[in-house]
């Protein structure tokens, strides 16, 4: 049973335009909402997070935004550029368990110039 | 500056033979995992330990092994190498305190199982 499910699977962009990754969740209890970016051949590392009591953080050009009761998160790319490029995931994580986070599946961006 | 370190980055070996994939972290994290990451399946859970002497089974554990005799170390044994164990494998390490904590993941191991 997938816990986290995470689309589109790959998503191709122009230069300046707005990438989009939705993830959905089952378990009410997740409280921590965290993304990863990783480039080829590299390890994911932590892009930026969220936790259920916001409905928007942003850093920069990446924004997350979160529907509690629809239990929906998305990460939101703004001007995305060729080194955006990525594999993105989503993930979610609850207080009181094991603080092992459940991975999305992933999306492959790729920005064309 | 504290890191994690995973060692070969690339690895050629047989069916039935005995692989471990080392991975090291000087974060001194309690809590650290090996993953396998496959197209279309994204990062699957291996195997995990919360400290020293502490293993658990992950998702697709079938066919691997983890020790944990230190903080630093914990090693991903594939007993008999099957072809469907050709993959990327991951470590990652987290300090394990709440679940606003960061996994911090090493480089890959490329592992191909002819």
């Known amino acids: 049973q997938q816990q986290v499910k995470q689309s589109p699977q790959s998503l191709i962009v122009q230069k300046g335009g707005i990438s989009i990754i939705n993830c959905a969740y089952e378990?009410?209890?997740?409280?921590?909402f965290p993304w990863y970016q990783q480039f080829p051949g590299k390890g994911p590392a932590l892009l930026i997070a969220?936790?259920?009591?916001?409905s928007e953080k942003k850093e920069g050009r990446f924004t997350i935004s979160f529907n509690k009761s629809a239990k929906q998160f998305s990460l939101h790319i703004m001007d995305s550029q060729p080194g955006d490029s990525a594999t993105y995931f989503c993930?979610?994580?609850?207080?009181?368990?094991?603080?092992?986070?459940?991975f999305g599946r992933g999306t492959s961006l790729i920005v064309h110039p | 500056d504290a890191e994690i370190t995973q060692s070969p980055r690339h690895k050629i070996t047989e069916t039935g033979r005995q692989v471990t994939l080392a991975c090291h972290q000087t974060?001194?994290?309690?809590?650290m995992f090996w993953y396998r990451q496959d197209l279309g399946h994204g990062l699957r859970l291996i195997h995990y330990?919360?400290?020293?002497?502490?293993?658990n089974k992950g998702e697709v554990s079938d066919g691997y092994s983890v020790s944990r005799s230190n903080t630093e170390d914990l090693p991903l044994t594939l007993e008999s190498a099957a072809s469907s164990q050709t993959s990327v494998y991951f470590c990652?390490?987290?300090?394990?305190?709440?679940?606003?904590?960061?996994?911090?993941f090493g480089p890959g191991t490329r592992l191909t199982v002819l």
């Open positions: 990652a390490s987290m300090r394990g305190d709440s679940s606003t904590d960061t996994q911090y």
């Open positions: 974060w001194n994290h309690n809590n």
């Open positions: 993930a979610a994580s609850l207080s009181g368990g094991s603080y092992i986070p459940t």
């Open positions: 330990s919360y400290g020293v002497h502490d293993t």
């Open positions: 378990n009410t209890a997740f409280d921590y």
């Open positions: 969220i936790r259920p009591d916001v």
